[in-house]
């Protein structure tokens, strides 16, 4: 009867051990998960009225994978001098973005679970010095995290 008592025990604690890890599993996944990707060099095609063609954009796309919607409430940018103050989280300079209104919907925006919001950020000498002299960041704040999401950009001079 003990041997039988004891399998009982392990298998007990087996099973509930997979249940915890699950219940954390799903918990993880069932928040929002934001994904960005900045894109740099970007032009636009077509007409728009009252606008230069020849003006460049970096591109900032950012969608929900998880489950919950969230609101993203700015566009923004950052820049660190080097990798070590990129490591301590200490920015030179911070934006935020004032999206022209033919670049993306009006901010705040309700992003669904697998929805796709594309913004826009003007490309200008200053952003591209930037670039080139340390790690420059463009992202977005949302309502379910009080971290921002960011991703570097990377602008190469074009000949």
Same mark, same amino acid.
């Given at each position: 009867?003990?041997?039988?008592?004891?399998?009982?025990?392990?298998?007990?604690? /087996?099973?509930? *051990?997979?249940?915890?890890?699950?219940? &954390?599993?799903?918990?993880?996944? !069932?928040?929002?998960?934001?994904? $960005?990707?900045?894109?740099?060099?970007?032009?636009?095609?077509?007409?728009?009225?009252?606008?230069?063609?020849?003006?460049?954009?970096?591109?900032?796309? /950012?969608?929900? *994978?998880?489950?919950?919607?969230?609101? &993203?409430?700015?566009?923004?940018? !950052?820049?660190?001098?080097?990798? $070590?103050?990129?490591?301590?989280?200490?920015?030179?300079?911070?934006?935020?973005?004032?999206?022209?209104?033919?670049?993306?919907?009006?901010?705040?925006?309700?992003?669904?679970?697998?929805?796709?919001?594309?913004?826009?950020?003007?490309?200008?000498?200053?952003?591209?010095?930037?670039?080139?002299?340390?790690?420059?960041?463009?992202?977005?704040?949302?309502?379910?995290?009080?971290?921002?999401?960011?991703?570097?950009?990377?602008?190469?001079?074009?000949?």
């Amino acid at each position: 009867m003990n041997i039988i008592t004891n399998i009982a025990a392990w298998w007990g604690a /087996v099973v509930a *051990t997979f249940v915890i890890i699950w219940d &954390i599993y799903k918990w993880k996944h !069932s928040r929002s998960i934001i994904n $960005i990707t900045a894109s740099p060099n970007m032009t636009t095609f077509g007409e728009i009225p009252d606008h230069p063609r020849d003006k460049k954009y970096i591109s900032v796309e /950012v969608t929900n *994978t998880g489950a919950q919607k969230t609101t &993203i409430t700015h566009l923004l940018s !950052s820049h660190y001098k080097s990798l $070590i103050f990129k490591l301590i989280k200490k920015t030179d300079k911070n934006y935020v973005v004032l999206t022209p209104a033919f670049l993306a919907p009006k901010l705040p925006h309700i992003l669904e679970p697998g929805e796709r919001w594309l913004g826009g950020i003007e490309q200008n000498d200053e952003l591209e010095k930037l670039s080139r002299n340390g790690f420059l960041y463009c992202g977005i704040c949302h309502s379910n995290s009080k971290k921002s999401v960011m991703q570097r950009v990377i602008i190469h001079k074009e000949n």
